[in-house]
């Protein structure tokens, strides 16, 4: 006869390490690439909102000097969007302005209109706040008021429907974020219970010898709130992975890289590994201590 191989002892406050840490790690990975799109989509946003201007188009007997005032004021008024501190207004001239239609349309005008009716304009690109059409209503008539505006000229439709398509899609975003947070959760939670599975009987060992529910819970407690770091740590790895394979095939991608949000991404992820093991842990253990003898088997 072959002798018995010793049985290994289980160990208060030990489960499978692969297979959790793997499941949340899965789980967390698709939070984040999530996560990625949210902060790509807000970054995108931000880029088509500060490109919302205005043309402010100039009288044709205005002096360099007053041109110049004009320039001034606009730079200090609070719906001009300021880039680092630096007003977002540039000055067109009507003989730029001729140069860029002629290369467009490949057909000049000057010729046969025989002077060049365009006019000088400074063009303006509008704070986030004052993007919506009552407040670009209010933009209009204070620059209007100023001295040497001849007219101030936007698109309203297109602002209208830039203000109506951000809204629903950040509408649809947050709800999938809901969802997808959710699920993530509930996956999490089932992946720890079954873990603990097998612990259940040891568990109520050492409720019989008289541990109190502080002391079992604590090496689980710990064990768990280690794994959901770890499984974060892993998370953000492969991300970052994925992530620096996808800047190089996607042409443009890295212009929508934001260093900060990003790290608040990474600091999400392993907060939320650490954070819903701990708790789901927490909550299974506490139902296997108050379950009775016959419902463990």
Known sequence: MQPKKPRKKR???SYPFMSVVFSITLSLLVIGLFGLLLVHSQRLTAIIQENVQLQVYLQKNITDSERNRLERILG????????????RVEFISRDDAAQAFIKATGEDFTDLLGENPLRDLFVINVAF???????LEVVEADINALR?????????SLVQSINENLTKIGLVLLGFALVLFLVVVILINNTIKLALFSQRFLIRS????GATGTFIKRPFLIRSALYGGIAGLLACGLLYLLYRSAI???ENLAQLRDEQSLLLLSGVIITMGVFVAYFSTMSAITRYLKTSLDELY
């Not at 200090?76 to 007003?87: G, L, Q, R, S």
Request: net charge negative.
């Open 11 to 13: 160990k208060l406050g």
């Open 76 to 87: 200090t008024k609070d719906y001009v969007f300021k880039n680092e501190e630096t007003p």
């Open 129 to 135: 706040d004052y993007q919506s059409l009552d407040s």
């Open 148 to 156: 040497g505006v001849y007219e101030v000229n936007y698109v309203a």
């Open 206 to 209: 050492m409720q019989l010898v």
């Open 248 to 250: 190089a095939r996607v």
